[in-house]
């Protein structure tokens, strides 16, 4: 969607120039070719000097033709400022807009505000879902994903500030703490295998998520009990994640943090499925060495059968 005033359309990702087509506001900014008014000293889009002897207003003004005043200068230089302008037009400072409630989330690269569903950021043009800035870690859970032969169910990963996790009303939308990942200096080996241990996590989640009909089945809840979807983990617990090898205890679980609820029990089994390629022969023979529950077994065997039946091999 293009709305008057953004740098960039958020669907094609053109840069968006905001010229005075209706002679609505009576001047255009040398510098950037966008709507002014003869009476601002700055371009509030480029931030150009445009102050001109005998046109320019010497006071600030609220609201000249063509402008609205949404708000005063954020300076106190007593001028109005228009959303979302980033300069006050009146003494060129830079102007910051709180845009919670018009967007779902905010763009790791430039902060402002953008949607999940957006694929260039209206306001810097880079990408808003920071998928960019883990392009190694994503290829590497698609590459896993595929070998393990599950079907794409429309997955889409965001990096944004809070906390990672799936949100049961948006089933598909995969977010995931842009602070391991935007500002860090050095993308080691260890916060990788954490990136792709987390994603293949929160990505068991949307899974699950997206086939809920399945945790009604008798199978599924033999192997994984009651879920109740109400439930939504809060995930500063990633340290966790970077295990790639199944605990000794809990017996019954894959990992102590599957133990905490039955929907992390499923997204930490669906890490390991996953991570370890499917290979349930392998994955089996370590389960054989710790001497871990029958149960166990089976909460891998229900996964394996729901995602041949998802490819349309059909039940065993
Ligand atoms: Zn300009
Ligand atoms: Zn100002
Ligand atoms: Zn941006
Ligand atoms: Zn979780």
Redesign the pocket.
């Known amino acids: 969607m293009v709305t008057r005033y953004r740098s960039f359309c958020s669907a094609c990702g053109r840069a968006q120039r905001w010229s005075d087509d209706g002679g609505v506001t009576g001047a255009e900014?040398y510098?950037?070719?966008?709507a002014?008014s003869e009476k601002f000293a700055s371009?509030p889009?480029?931030?150009?000097n445009?102050h001109e002897e005998g046109y320019s207003s010497d006071e600030p003004l609220k609201a000249p033709r063509g402008f609205r005043m949404d708000a005063r200068c954020d300076w106190g230089c007593g001028g109005g400022v228009q959303y979302p302008m980033r300069h006050c037009p009146w003494c060129s400072r830079p102007q910051s807009w709180n845009e919670d409630r018009f967007f779902e989330g905010g763009c790791p690269h430039c902060g402002r505000g953008v949607d999940d569903w957006m694929n260039t950021c209206p306001w810097c043009g880079g990408d808003p879902t920071g998928r960019d800035l883990i392009p190694r870690a994503l290829t590497r859970v698609r590459r896993l994903l595929l070998v393990s032969r599950i079907k794409d169910w429309g997955y889409r990963v965001l990096l944004r500030p809070g906390i990672s996790g799936v949100d049961p009303q948006y089933p598909s939308i995969v977010e995931i703490e842009q602070r391991y990942v935007v500002g860090r200096r050095h993308r080691d080996e260890i916060s990788w295998t954490m990136l792709v241990g987390l994603l293949t996590h929160e990505l068991g989640h949307s899974f699950l998520y997206n086939h809920w009909d399945w945790t009604r089945t008798r199978q599924f809840r033999r192997a994984f009990g009651e879920v109740d979807k109400a439930y939504r983990g809060m995930d500063n617990t990633w340290v966790y994640f970077q295990r790639r090898r199944i605990a000794i205890a809990p017996t019954n679980f894959v990992s102590a943090y599957a133990a905490k609820h039955p929907q992390e029990d499923f997204a930490e089994t669906f890490r390991f499925y996953v991570t370890r390629r499917g290979r349930l022969r392998d994955l089996f023979g370590e389960f054989g060495r710790k001497r871990k529950g029958v149960i166990l077994y089976e909460k891998f065997l229900v996964l394996q059968d729901y995602v041949r039946a998802l490819r349309g091999w059909g039940n065993r």
Do not use: Q, S
């Open positions: 900014c510098k950037c070719g966008w002014v371009c889009w480029c931030g150009a445009i």
